[in-house]
Structure formats: C-alpha cells, structure tokens
C-alpha cells in the first residue's frame, strides 16, 4: 500500500517531497522496512572540491562489481525499498552506472542522483529520461566562473555544469542546486540565489560542513565563522528561519538516536558495505558476503541502535545549546569513535547558530523574551 500510493507522487517538486516521504519513513521506522537507501557507487571524482569529505585511504573504497550493485537492488526490492539515491564520489564516472539506472528503472524505484553535472551529455540526459530518473541534484558553488572553479579547483567545470543544468531544463527533469557556503563563496549567497533561480532550479543552500570520513578537520577548515555566519543571517537567511531552526529543538528531549538511520533507510559504500547511513560508519555487514535481507533483519549493529531508541547523551541532556543543536549520532561516532558522546563539530555549529540568532534579534530589534546569551 505504501510502495503505490508514493509512487503516484513520483512527480512531487523537491519542495512537496519531503512531507510525503517523511510520512511513509515513520511507518518504515515502525516496522523495521528499508523504504530509502543510498547507493556510494564509487569515490572517483574528476573535481577536487576544497571541502569533500572523503579521504584518498579510505577503507571502502574498493569498488564492488556491476552484478553485485544489481543484486542488490532485487533484494532492496523485496525488502520493499521505494526511493533509491546514487550518489559518489561522482556516480556517473561507476563503469556500471547505466546498467544500475536500467535496473532501479525494472524494478519501479524512484531515483535520484547527486552530480557535479560536468560529466553529462546529450546522451546521458535522454538514458536519464529512459530510465525514469525524477530528482537531480546539483552542486553549483558560485554564481561564476572564478567562484565556483575556487572550489572545485577544476578549470572548465563551471561552464560544463552550466551546459548540464540547461539541458536538464530542455529535458524536463526536476533539479535542486545546492551549495555549501564557503568562506570563498558566502559573500556571493544572494547573487548565487537568483542565479539557481534563472537556472530553473531549487536552490538549496547550506553553512553547515562536516568532517572527513575519518573525523578529519580538512572540510571544515573552509567553513564560515560565527562572523561570516551573521553575514548570511544578515544577508540571506531569514528571522523567520531562524525562529523555526531555534524552536525545532527547543522541547526535544535528547536521545542518542533519533533519525531513521538502521531503522528504514541504510547506505551501501562502493565496496558493498552496509552502513546506517553515510554518516554513521558502522558496518552492519557486506553484501559480497551475506545477503542483505540478512544483514538487515539479522546485524548486531541494528539491535544496538534499537537499545539507543530511549537513551540520552550524558553529555548532551542539559546543554545550555539545545535549542540550537542538530546533534547527529554519526558524526559523533566519526569524531569521537562513539555515538553516545557529544559531537565537536555539532557543538561549534550550535554556538554558531546561537551567536547569528543573538545578531539578528539584537539588529533588527526583534523582542524575544526567551533570547539566549552567550555563555
């Protein structure tokens, strides 16, 4: 019942989706389903962006064959799995990239890929078509050309992604532009903006970075700062966004697990280990070993996280910046080596927060009786 009613929404905007998704994620959460899974079909990557995540000695790395990426998606399918995303690395440089398109088209998935969007052509923009991709997303770091190469440190990728969102929009498949900001590129938010919007896409912009894969500090040392940061609030983001960021944690009960990671939604790396998401690195098994329906219904790690379902952080439960933390359990576990213990990098991100939610009531004379100092 829920694999048809979502997919009679298939063509939602990115705006509508979330909703509908979160809906059916509940009810997987409930009963244990993986409705979503990500797909890291390889860490290869023809840019070399200033603030990726992934590290050169990567124990994952190791590339799992075609066949096995295709029997993956038939167990997902009996799993009853709905919404598959591909993403890298860039995705589109895995040999067998197409051929894993054509089966999550076989078996009825909705698709989404996450591209740079310089490696697509004609041709590859008519098999997106074929194989029923409906949600692209791309990453455009600058409104032009100095900007957005300063980041990806790649001449000629910003005129080929250009070229890739334009034809994207002739095609008529929906896109979301996204774009972390950087300290290159923050002072560009506003003009990077409308560009997204004359593009034809969503934009979808963000100052929040995250560690290496291993915890390193090399992505985050690109990040904005608590001034760069009221700049944004200043410039872009708006008083009622931050209103809604503050009071969606301001009476929530912190608890070591609270996603849907392990519970209906997992990641696959490229050489086929299965994590609970991207961000929680914790092999629950490999699917060149054992089945997944196995590993799913069967992993130590999966019984682990359910105990962490009514448990708080010690460190956590009575911060002073709650209301302003987006606490991730895997993140903690990237940088700490557990997910019990507080997150550094969530820590710095809420004290940020906490400073451009300060600025912005202090310049705009906005009353907030609940106006939380800085300790």
């Given at each position: 019942?829920?694999?048809?009613?979502?997919?009679?929404?298939?063509k939602l905007s990115s705006i509508q989706q979330p909703d509908l998704i979160k809906k059916f994620m509940a009810s997987g959460h409930r009963n244990h389903r993986?409705?979503?899974?990500?797909?890291?079909?390889?860490?290869?990557?023809?840019?070399?962006?200033?603030?990726?995540?992934?590290?050169?000695?990567?124990?994952?790395?190791?590339?799992?064959?075609?066949?096995?990426?295709?029997?993956?998606?038939?167990?997902?399918?009996?799993?009853?799995?709905?919404?598959?995303?591909?993403?890298?690395?860039?995705?589109?440089?895995?040999?067998?990239?197409?051929?894993?398109?054509?089966?999550?088209?076989?078996?009825?998935?909705?698709?989404?890929?996450?591209?740079?969007?310089?490696?697509?052509?004609?041709?590859?923009?008519?098999?997106?078509?074929?194989?029923?991709?409906?949600?692209?997303?791309?990453?455009?770091?600058?409104?032009?050309?100095?900007?957005?190469?300063?980041?990806?440190?790649?001449?000629?990728?910003?005129?080929?992604?250009?070229?890739?969102?334009?034809?994207?929009?002739?095609?008529?498949?929906?896109?979301?532009?996204?774009?972390?900001?950087?300290?290159?590129?923050?002072?560009?938010?506003?003009?990077?903006?409308?560009?997204?919007?004359?593009?034809?896409?969503?934009?979808?912009?963000?100052?929040?970075?995250?560690?290496?894969?291993?915890?390193?500090?090399?992505?985050?040392?690109?990040?904005?700062?608590?001034?760069?940061?009221?700049?944004?609030?200043?410039?872009?983001?708006?008083?009622?966004?931050?209103?809604?960021?503050?009071?969606?944690?301001?009476?929530?009960?912190?608890?070591?697990?609270?996603?849907?990671?392990?519970?209906?939604?997992?990641?696959?790396?490229?050489?086929?280990?299965?994590?609970?998401?991207?961000?929680?690195?914790?092999?629950?098994?490999?699917?060149?070993?054992?089945?997944?329906?196995?590993?799913?219904?069967?992993?130590?790690?999966?019984?682990?996280?359910?105990?962490?379902?009514?448990?708080?952080?010690?460190?956590?439960?009575?911060?002073?910046?709650?209301?302003?933390?987006?606490?991730?359990?895997?993140?903690?576990?990237?940088?700490?080596?557990?997910?019990?213990?507080?997150?550094?990098?969530?820590?710095?991100?809420?004290?940020?927060?906490?400073?451009?939610?300060?600025?912005?009531?202090?310049?705009?004379?906005?009353?907030?009786?609940?106006?939380?100092?800085?300790?």
């Amino acid at each position: 019942m829920i694999y048809h009613h979502l997919l009679e929404h298939k063509k939602l905007s990115s705006i509508q989706q979330p909703d509908l998704i979160k809906k059916f994620m509940a009810s997987g959460h409930r009963n244990h389903r993986p409705l979503l899974a990500t797909f890291e079909l390889t860490y290869r990557c023809n840019l070399q962006c200033i603030h990726c995540y992934i590290t050169d000695d990567d124990p994952y790395r190791e590339e799992m064959s075609v066949e096995s990426w295709i029997q993956a998606i038939r167990e997902l399918k009996e799993l009853g799995a709905i919404y598959i995303t591909l993403t890298g690395g860039e995705p589109t440089l895995y040999p067998g990239f197409w051929r894993i398109l054509e089966e999550l088209y076989r078996n009825n998935f909705i698709i989404r890929v996450f591209t740079n969007g310089t490696t697509l052509n004609t041709d590859g923009i008519d098999k997106l078509i074929r194989y029923g991709v409906r949600f692209v997303d791309i990453s455009l770091h600058g409104p032009e050309l100095e900007t957005h190469e300063a980041i990806t440190r790649t001449p000629g990728s910003f005129q080929k992604t250009i070229n890739t969102i334009n034809m994207l929009k002739s095609a008529g498949i929906h896109y979301n532009l996204k774009a972390n900001m950087l300290k290159p590129n923050y002072k560009t938010v506003n003009m990077l903006h409308r560009c997204m919007l004359a593009l034809g896409g969503m934009p979808m912009l963000t100052p929040i970075l995250t560690p290496d894969n291993h915890g390193g500090s090399g992505p985050v040392e690109h990040e904005v700062g608590e001034t760069e940061l009221c700049y944004l609030f200043d410039k872009y983001y708006s008083t009622d966004f931050l209103d809604e960021e503050s009071n969606t944690y301001r009476d929530r009960i912190q608890i070591v697990m609270r996603c849907a990671a392990g519970f209906s939604s997992l990641s696959i790396a490229p050489n086929g280990e299965v994590l609970p998401c991207l961000q929680a690195r914790i092999s629950m098994g490999n699917l060149r070993r054992q089945a997944l329906r196995r590993i799913w219904f069967h992993s130590p790690v999966y019984l682990y996280l359910k105990t962490l379902l009514s448990l708080r952080p010690p460190d956590c439960t009575d911060c002073a910046l709650k209301r302003f933390c987006a606490r991730c359990p895997g993140l903690a576990y990237i940088e700490q080596g557990s997910l019990w213990k507080a997150s550094p990098t969530a820590c710095k991100n809420a004290r940020k927060m906490q400073a451009a939610f300060n600025h912005v009531v202090s310049q705009k004379g906005i009353k907030d009786e609940e106006k939380i100092h800085s300790s």
